[in-house]
């Protein structure tokens, strides 16, 4: 029997998403995610799609990616779909930092996962859950390829003047302090599937591709390639995020630790865990910045719920007032724009923040037609005016397919060596 089926596992910090398909027609074998790792609350959601059976929902503490873990493959084993089937021909994962050296999806090897635990300093939310994720993998299937596939990747086509920050360049050499990028899996997904959609080659096209999850990222991708992209060296920088501030002027942090007495860690954790939307309002959830902007609409002046919706107003204009100057540097860093594209959680689902982001915008060729921003739908689609000079569409991403794509192109004809050289130039 050929094994045609892959498992793909997205660890993130709090939370695993998984999908397992048949690469042999692509179809979704199942799909399931666990989230809040670590709380009392855990809770674990399982789509058995073959077996064509319900959804399971089990809620209860689940301590740390390797339980997670453990119990996504129980669940999958109540299906007839466990890891030790032999149909399965790999694991593919989510590695999020991969820095220069890994350009291409890799099957994982002893000097992979050191490469990827040195890294854990520029993506310390990411990178340690990655790695349990391969562990626990490689520990129950010891025989399968374990594939990385990560998010800087797709960004390492970045010319230098868009990945070098300009400092001393001796200095930032010796600690590889540079512009990687990262959701580079869902960039490449994106870009790629918003060209299928205009109906034009990926090397045609430049778009703006705007990944607005939890983390958010946007990038300006010319002819299939990427040339900037608004994260660096570490997940933190560029768009206002849920939890992340983004941009902010570098001598904030000296203030904070010589005027504010902060230490390093506390002004980091603050930057990635207490800032963006939730150090503005309070929620870092989008859906919930928006009940509460409607729900103020109808209250009272200077009530209570006025006043909670004045600062979720707030927290929504500055990350709008963010994503529009990142559309525009990006339409001058690509000169000429043939599209410009809404992806993730909120960039799928909320279509204020999308109307917000592209008001106005019509000298750039750029406008939403307001009846196509309100249909909901989970396939691709245009969002703009017939006859746009620039198309603006949403087009929701899937990295565990890209992952799965990658994953099964690698070891499709038994090849499982890595390529991958330690040259230190990482
Ligand atoms: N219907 C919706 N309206 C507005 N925002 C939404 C909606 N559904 C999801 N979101 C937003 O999407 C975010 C999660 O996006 P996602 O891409 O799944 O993030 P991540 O992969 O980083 O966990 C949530 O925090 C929420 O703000
Ligand atoms: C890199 C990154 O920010 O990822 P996520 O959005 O999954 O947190
Ligand atoms: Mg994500």
Same mark, same amino acid.
């Given at each position: 029997?050929?094994?045609t089926?892959?498992l793909?596992?997205?660890?993130?910090?709090?939370?695993?998403?998984?999908?397992?398909?048949?690469?042999?027609?692509?179809?979704?074998?199942?799909?399931?995610l666990?989230?809040?790792i670590g709380e009392?609350?855990?809770?674990?959601?399982?789509s058995?799609?073959?077996?064509?059976?319900?959804?399971?929902?089990?809620?209860?503490?689940?301590?740390?990616?390797?339980a997670?873990?453990k119990a996504?493959?129980?669940e999958?084993?109540r299906?007839?779909?466990?890891l030790?089937?032999?149909?399965?021909?790999?694991?593919g994962?989510?590695?999020?930092?991969?820095?220069?050296?890994?350009?291409?999806?890799?099957?994982?090897?002893?000097?992979?996962l050191?490469?990827?635990?040195?890294l854990i300093p520029?993506?310390?939310?990411?990178?340690?859950?990655?790695?349990?994720?391969?562990?626990?993998?490689?520990?129950?299937?010891p025989?399968?390829?374990?594939?990385?596939?990560?998010?800087t990747?797709?960004?390492t086509?970045?010319?230098?003047a868009?990945?070098?920050?300009?400092?001393?360049v001796?200095?930032a050499?010796?600690?590889?302090?540079?512009?990687?990028?990262?959701?580079?899996?869902?960039?490449?997904?994106v870009s790629?599937?918003?060209?299928?959609?205009?109906?034009r080659a990926?090397?045609?096209v430049?778009?703006?591709?705007?990944?607005?999850?939890?983390?958010?990222?946007?990038?300006?991708v010319?002819?299939?390639?990427?040339?900037?992209?608004?994260?660096?060296?570490?997940?933190?920088?560029?768009?206002v995020?849920?939890?992340?501030?983004?941009?902010?002027?570098?001598?904030?942090?000296?203030?904070?630790?010589?005027v504010?007495g902060?230490?390093?860690?506390?002004?980091d954790?603050?930057?990635?865990?207490?800032?963006?939307?939730v150090?503005?309002?309070?929620?870092?959830?989008?859906?919930?910045i928006?009940?509460?902007?409607?729900?103020?609409?109808?209250?009272?002046?200077?009530?209570?719920?006025?006043?909670?919706?004045?600062?979720?107003q707030? $927290?929504?204009?500055?990350?709008?007032? &963010? /994503?529009?100057?990142?559309? #525009? =540097?990006?339409? @001058? +860093?690509?000169?000429?724009?043939d599209a410009?594209?809404?992806?993730?959680?909120?960039g799928e689902?909320?279509?204020?923040?999308?109307?917000?982001?592209?008001a106005?915008?019509?000298?750039?060729?750029?406008?939403?037609?307001?009846?196509?921003? $309100?249909?909901?739908?989970?396939?691709? &689609? /245009?969002?703009?005016?017939? #006859? =746009?000079?620039? @198309? +603006?569409?949403?087009?929701?991403?899937?990295?565990?397919?890209?992952?799965a794509?990658?994953?099964?192109?690698?070891?499709?004809?038994?090849?499982?060596?890595?390529?991958?050289t330690?040259?230190?130039?990482?």
């Amino acid at each position: 029997m050929t094994a045609t089926r892959v498992l793909v596992l997205n660890s993130g910090s709090s939370s695993v998403k998984y999908q397992l398909l048949d690469m042999s027609d692509g179809s979704r074998l199942a799909v399931g995610l666990v989230e809040r790792i670590g709380e009392e609350t855990s809770r674990l959601k399982h789509s058995p799609l073959a077996a064509g059976g319900e959804s399971r929902e089990t809620t209860g503490p689940i301590a740390d990616h390797d339980a997670a873990l453990k119990a996504v493959a129980g669940e999958l084993s109540r299906d007839g779909l466990g890891l030790d089937s032999p149909e399965l021909a790999a694991i593919g994962h989510r590695v999020v930092h991969g820095g220069k050296l890994f350009t291409q999806p890799t099957v994982v090897d002893d000097a992979v996962l050191a490469e990827i635990e040195r890294l854990i300093p520029v993506a310390p939310l990411h990178n340690p859950a990655n790695l349990t994720g391969i562990r626990t993998a490689r520990a129950l299937r010891p025989d399968l390829p374990q594939v990385a596939v990560f998010d800087t990747a797709f960004h390492t086509t970045m010319p230098e003047a868009a990945a070098r920050y300009a400092i001393d360049v001796e200095t930032a050499d010796r600690h590889r302090v540079r512009r990687y990028g990262f959701h580079g899996t869902s960039h490449a997904y994106v870009s790629r599937e918003t060209a299928h959609l205009l109906g034009r080659a990926p090397e045609d096209v430049n778009v703006i591709v705007l990944h607005l999850g939890n983390g958010a990222s946007a990038s300006a991708v010319e002819r299939g390639r990427c040339v900037d992209t608004s994260m660096g060296l570490t997940p933190l920088e560029g768009l206002v995020m849920g939890t992340r501030s983004g941009d902010v002027d570098p001598a904030v942090i000296f203030h904070l630790s010589r005027v504010g007495g902060m230490s390093t860690d506390e002004i980091d954790t603050l930057l990635n865990t207490k800032s963006g939307l939730v150090g503005l309002c309070g929620d870092n959830d989008m859906r919930e910045i928006r009940r509460r902007i409607d729900e103020g609409a109808e209250a009272p002046e200077g009530s209570e719920s006025a006043q909670d919706a004045a600062r979720a107003q707030l $927290a929504f204009d500055i990350y709008i007032h &963010r /994503l529009r100057k990142y559309i #525009g =540097a990006y339409y @001058a +860093v690509l000169g000429r724009v043939d599209a410009v594209v809404f992806t993730a959680g909120v960039g799928e689902n909320a279509a204020p923040v999308r109307e917000a982001a592209i008001a106005g915008l019509e000298s750039l060729g750029l406008a939403v037609d307001s009846g196509l921003n $309100a249909v909901r739908s989970a396939e691709p &689609r /245009l969002i703009s005016p017939e #006859g =746009a000079r620039v @198309a +603006v569409a949403v087009v929701p991403t899937d990295e565990e397919l890209e992952i799965a794509n990658q994953t099964y192109a690698l070891v499709r004809n038994g090849n499982t060596s890595n390529g991958y050289t330690s040259n230190g130039n990482s």
